[in-house]
């Protein structure tokens, strides 16, 4: 049972949200994480309606959605909040209305705005270079730690994957020879990415004086370990990601920074979008399309700063 239940719904309502959430889970391949921000939100508009006098799913009305984002915005709830709300309301009633469990769709009227857009963090070729050049000479002490510290960071920029996904790697997903990395992303989707030689290069040193001294019994397959031999968390990569940008005296970035800086440097040196898509695993293409403004931009914001006539 779902924390709906916790808003004093009704059982009907409850049964309708755990409903939607197998919903997502079965039929739309969502990760849990991403099911459980859709009951949050769910359970924020049940909370808001109850208090407004409207005790049942069925009695939410446009009326009450909108008053339900406003409030959002009087308490200044950023527009990626606001939005992301909406588009659950959105979601949950146009799936509710579809299978009967509430009567016409409320939110199918619902404006909610727009997620600002923001330039992603990137990080350009030569810091890119640096960064990784210190997590290099950072692994000469011969701490299996910064070993893999190194080999993560230079997969995460070379492959442009998500620090989730290359978490999620086991040693069997690697080719060394081919220089691919199998991955698994949003939706249980997978994909074959390439990766070129100075990743190969930190992945063998990883493989051959790192994770032996890591491994245990319990390491299972996986390909990047923590300190007690378990499987790496996001949290250890981020918190490298941090030290060795620091080290390196380039900008603080987090991983999914060098996702970032891949796609960008892959289109400023000609890849064609499509082939982007593929790499990142993007669902629509029109997701990788921003970093075709993140190199416009920045091409713009360089002009401005250095052109006499700009």
């Not at 406003?70 to 588009?87: E, F, H, I, P, V």
């Not at 199998?182 to 994770?211: I, M, N, S, T, Y």
């Not at 075709?292 to 713009?300: G, K, Q, Y």
Request: charged fraction near 25%; aromatic fraction near 4%; include cysteine.
């Amino acid at each position: 049972m779902t924390a709906i239940s916790e808003v004093r719904a009704t059982a009907d309502d409850v049964r309708a949200v755990d409903d939607f959430a197998t919903h997502l889970r079965t039929q739309r391949g969502l990760s849990d994480h991403t099911v459980r921000a859709y009951l949050s939100d769910l359970e924020h508009l049940l909370d808001y309606a109850v208090r407004n006098g409207h005790g049942r799913l069925c009695d939410i009305d446009l009326g009450v959605l909108r008053g339900w984002l406003a409030s959002m915005a009087a308490a200044q709830r950023s527009r990626s909040t606001l939005a992301r709300r909406g588009a659950a309301a959105r979601t949950f009633f146009e799936w509710a209305s579809r299978t009967g469990r509430v009567g016409a769709d409320p939110a199918l009227r619902l404006a909610s705005a727009r997620a600002a857009k923001h330039l992603p963090t990137v990080l350009g070729v030569d810091s890119a270079a640096r960064l990784l050049d210190v997590a290099r000479t950072r692994a000469d002490d011969a701490d299996p730690i910064h070993l893999r510290d190194w080999a993560a960071l230079e997969l995460l920029y070379a492959t442009g994957a998500r620090v989730g996904e290359i978490c999620g790697v086991d040693v069997d997903d690697l080719d060394l020879d081919e220089r691919t990395l199998r991955v698994l992303g949003k939706g249980d989707k997978e994909r074959v990415v390439p990766f070129g030689v100075p990743a190969a290069e930190a992945l063998g040193a990883w493989l051959a004086r790192g994770r032996p001294l890591l491994a245990v019994d319990a390491s299972g397959p996986a390909l990047f370990l923590g300190r007690r031999g378990g499987r790496v968390d996001q949290r250890q990569l981020r918190a490298a990601s941090h030290e060795v940008a620091a080290l390196a005296g380039v900008d603080d970035i987090a991983p999914h920074a060098l996702r970032h800086s891949a796609a960008t440097h892959l289109l400023q040196g000609g890849s064609d979008l499509r082939s982007v898509q593929e790499v990142l695993g993007h669902a629509s293409l029109a997701t990788t399309q921003r970093y075709t403004h993140v190199t416009a931009e920045r091409l713009r914001a360089s002009f401005e700063q250095a052109h006499p006539r700009a």
